[in-house]
C-alpha cells in the first residue's frame, strides 16, 4: 500500500499533484520545524520572463525553530495582489484562464490562517477542480525516518529535478512555449490554466510513469 508523506506546499507542482493521484493514502507533515526556500511556501509559473518564482513572504515567530503549523503569511506584505497580476500577466492568453480566474483568485484568502492551514485549504479546492478523490490526512508528531511511509518531504524540491518519473513529461501548449519551449513541472495553475477540464486527466497518465522507491 503506498503511504506517502509530503511537506506541505504552496499551489503545488506537477509531481506533487501526481503523488498523490498515484498514491492510496497521503499524509502531509504537519509537525515539523518549518524549513526555508523549499515549495512550502513558492511555487514557479511559466511567465513572459520564462519560469518566474512566486514566494509567499511569512513570519516565523521562533525564527529557525518555528514549528510548521506557527509560521503565517506576512500580511504586511500586498503579496496576493502581486501574485495575482504575475499570474494573469502569465496566462491571460491561456485557453482556460477567464473559466478558473474567479475560482482560483478566491484561494488567495488567507486571513487569519497559517501557512499550513492555506496551504491545505488551496490543495483541496484544487483536488476539487482536478477532480482527484484523496482523502489527505495530517501528522501528529514528526519523525525523522518513518518506517510505514514512503517519505518524499524533501524529495519534491526546487533544487532537486523531479526524480520519481521514469519519462519526461508530455509537453502541452504553454503561453510562452513558442519563445522558451515547453517548461516542465511548473506550478499545479499552470496545467489548470491551460489544460482546464483535461488537467485531471494528465495528471493521472502522469502518475502512471511514477517509480516510488518503496524504501523511501
Not at 502531509?28 to 519560469?51: F, H, K, M, V
Not at 495575482?84 to 482556460?96: D, G
Not at 519534491?156 to 518519473?165: D, S, V
Not at 508530455?170 to 510562452?176: D, G, I, R, V
Request: aromatic letters at 12%.
Amino acid at each position: 500500500m503506498k503511504k506517502i508523506l509530503l511537506s506541505t506546499a504552496s499551489f503545488p507542482n506537477l509531481e506533487y499533484f501526481a503523488v498523490i493521484a498515484a498514491a492510496e493514502e497521503v499524509w502531509l507533515e504537519a509537525s515539523e520545524t518549518y524549513a526555508r526556500q523549499s515549495y512550502r511556501n513558492r511555487y514557479y509559473i511559466a511567465g513572459p520572463e520564462n519560469r518566474q518564482m512566486l514566494v509567499v513572504p511569512v513570519i516565523r515567530p521562533q525564527g529557525n525553530h518555528t514549528p510548521i503549523q506557527e509560521v503565517i503569511p506576512d500580511s504586511r506584505v500586498p503579496w496576493q495582489r502581486n501574485h495575482l497580476r504575475a499570474i494573469e500577466t502569465a496566462y491571460n492568453r491561456s485557453a482556460y484562464f477567464l473559466y478558473y480566474r474567479d475560482v482560483t483568485e478566491a484561494l488567495f484568502n488567507c486571513q487569519n490562517l497559517s501557512l499550513l492551514q492555506w496551504n491545505s485549504r488551496v490543495l483541496r479546492h484544487l483536488l476539487e477542480i482536478l477532480r482527484i478523490d484523496a482523502v489527505i490526512h495530517h501528522t501528529e508528531i514528526f519523525e525523522e525516518k518513518p518506517e510505514r511511509f514512503i517519505d518524499l518531504r524533501n524529495d519534491i524540491h526546487p533544487k532537486k529535478e523531479a526524480r520519481l518519473f521514469k519519462t519526461s513529461m508530455e509537453p502541452y501548449f504553454q503561453p510562452f512555449s513558442p519563445k522558451y519551449g515547453f517548461i516542465a513541472n511548473l506550478s499545479i495553475l499552470d496545467l489548470i490554466y491551460n489544460q482546464g477540464p483535461h488537467a485531471g486527466a494528465y495528471l493521472k497518465q502522469l502518475a502512471q510513469k511514477i517509480n516510488f522507491q518503496e524504501e523511501g
